[in-house]
């Protein structure tokens, strides 16, 4: 019972922030924001992803992760071929299409040579 | 009002203080009971949330809200104290350098790796463990108890590594959860030698391989596939420090970490250490189970272009993982006083070796300061060194380590050779000190 206060706190802050979304990325009116439960930035295809990846794995594998489309198509292959991933016919290329304009490798640093900076 | 308990299980925090934490006795709080005490306590969370928790049946156990952990990094998992968790599913979490400091790390700052779902019973006392094979002479099932009586018991710390751990830093990222350093620990593991066990069962003259298979499920819950199944060559299963583990520093293991038996082997990758292990297999070729092929836990046999496609014959098997070293304190982005000097501390490892000598440095690698090195508390520990450094100005500081093997092989400063799944970053450990 001496937690009410901290819960009211939460209720609060729920109504600002999913008690589901781990990313605090400053908000660009340009670009989607994630999705609170998966983390996926919510443009053109995003609810594929959800729906054909979601069911066995969490999708920080994807917000982690930079490919180009082959790589991204090798994953998906593989997901196939060991993972026990149905094929997904036509909708293949519209995931791809999302993979490759929403994690791609030019997102992700840079010349190892150059470590980053830390803070 | 709604009335909810996270207790047990408790729930670690930062705040809450090392002494208080106790993991649950195993034998008197089977998992199966703490699951489902676990699962009741998320129905009522749902209530107090005042919203049903979308897709509550994928949450993986160990795991609290956000919301009602009070706190906005992600998650809290259960028994764990202060984790970044980089994959909820499977649950995959590393430590950060700072949680490190202590020689012994403790069960609460141990990351966390799992290739598949956790097995949903695990109830030591009906466990056993079947030792099989075709290059087995007779096999034979264990119980726990049989385990425990049969065999000399023995309490080893032994490193334990992600090989996978410091991959964040390729370019082109490799596919996978991006470790940055806090995939590593030397917990004290308590149990007996695998060997002892492998001798009481026979091994056939030809052997070249073990493999252990575990209660894991695969992700897709497909009760046909395997989450992984790998292994290590006979004549590691057979060193004095190769183990079938139930307990790490004491206690018996916890659910994330293969509670009730597993393997460890120091220095190799953590994934040959399998975790809720219930058959081994003593083979007569390299062990094929799953994630024993392909570009899992392999590299190439050359040195390869960065993006390079490898193909799967040119790749080989990890094994000893090379040399390596942590600042564990102080913490990076410290505020240091330029009157006094700085007292730092951390820990060296080398896989199968002994580690020979650790450096410092505060000028990016132009000139380095010798440490106080330790030796390992037995073989496969990790050492822990410690040293002083004087700064001569203000300013902004990086301090390196750079640890050298028996061999005369040290860490690189930079990342080493890329390799598509990116494995194997041992570059040098760094933090960043203000000097004002």
Redesign the interface.
């Known amino acids: 019972m001496r937690q009410l206060p901290a819960i009211s706190a939460l209720l609060v802050s729920l109504l600002a922030t999913s008690p589901l979304n781990g990313r605090s990325e400053p908000e660009d009116s340009s670009k989607p924001g994630p999705d609170p439960l998966t983390g996926l930035v919510m443009a053109q295809g995003w609810e594929l992803v959800r729906t054909h990846c979601f069911a066995c794995h969490s999708l920080k594998i994807v917000t982690q992760a930079g490919k180009d489309r082959s790589n991204w198509a090798k994953t998906l292959q593989k997901m196939q071929q060991s993972e026990g991933l149905y094929p997904l016919g036509e909708v293949e290329s519209d995931i791809l299409d999302y993979l490759e304009k929403n994690y791609p490798v030019s997102d992700r640093p840079h010349n190892p040579k150059i470590r980053r900076p830390i803070y | 009002?709604v009335?909810f308990s996270l207790s047990p299980p408790r729930v670690a925090t930062m705040e809450m203080g090392q002494a208080e934490f106790k993991l649950p006795e195993a034998k008197n709080l089977p998992w199966s009971f703490n699951r489902r005490r676990f699962l009741r306590s998320m129905g009522r969370m749902t209530s107090?949330?005042?919203?049903n928790?979308?897709?509550a049946h994928?949450m993986p156990r160990g795991l609290i809200?956000?919301?009602?952990a009070?706190s906005?990094?992600?998650?809290v998992i259960e028994g764990k104290d202060g984790l970044r968790?980089?994959?909820?599913?499977?649950l995959n979490a590393e430590t950060p350098a700072h949680l490190l400091n202590d020689d012994i790390t403790p069960a609460s700052r141990l990351f966390i790796r799992n290739n598949g779902l956790p097995p949903v019973e695990a109830d030591a006392d009906r466990w056993t463990l079947s030792m099989g094979g075709e290059s087995i002479k007779t096999a034979k099932t264990y119980t726990l108890g049989e385990l425990r009586d049969r065999f000399e018991s023995i309490s080893l710390a032994l490193t334990l590594e992600c090989a996978g751990n410091g991959r964040a830093?390729?370019?082109?990222?490799a596919?996978?959860?991006?470790w940055t350093t806090g995939a590593v620990g030397c917990p004290e593991w308590n149990g007996i030698r695998l060997k002892d066990v492998l001798e009481d069962c026979g091994v056939k003259r030809d052997a070249v391989y073990i493999g252990y298979y575990g209660e894991d499920r695969?992700?897709?819950?497909?009760p046909k596939?395997d989450a992984i199944s790998r292994g290590v060559p006979l004549w590691k299963a057979m060193e004095e420090q190769s183990m079938i583990a139930w307990g790490m520093n004491g206690d018996p293991l916890s659910p994330h970490h293969g509670y009730p038996l597993r393997l460890i082997f120091g220095g190799w990758p953590g994934s040959a250490s399998g975790k809720w292990i219930d058959r081994i297999v003593i083979r007569n070729r390299v062990h094929d189970g799953t994630k024993m092929g392909g570009s899992s836990y392999r590299v190439p046999r050359y040195p390869v272009k960065?993006g390079s496609e490898v193909p799967d014959e040119d790749m080989m098997i990890i094994e000893s993982l090379p040399v390596k070293s942590l600042i564990t304190f102080p913490r990076?982005?410290l505020k240091h006083s330029l009157a006094q000097p700085l007292r730092l501390h951390g820990h060296a490892w080398a896989g199968d070796l002994e580690v020979a000598g650790i450096s410092v440095s505060i000028d990016f690698g132009q000139t380095w300061q010798e440490a106080d090195l330790g030796k390992p508390v037995n073989r496969l520990a990790w050492q822990n060194w410690d040293a002083e450094v004087r700064f001569p100005k203000a300013g902004y500081y990086?301090v390196w380590a750079r640890a050298v093997d028996e061999e005369g092989t040290s860490q690189p400063m930079?990342?080493p050779g890329?390799n598509p799944k990116g494995y194997l970053n041992n570059s040098c450990h760094?933090?960043?000190v203000y000097v004002g």
Request: hydrophobic fraction near 40%; charged fraction near 20%.
């Open positions: 009002m009335e107090v949330l005042g919203a928790i979308a897709f994928c809200p956000v919301a009602l009070q906005r990094e992600g998650f968790v980089l994959n909820d599913r499977p830093e390729y370019y082109p990222p596919g996978g959860n991006q695969h992700l897709s819950q497909d596939k960065p990076s982005g990086e930079l990342v890329w760094r933090i960043a």
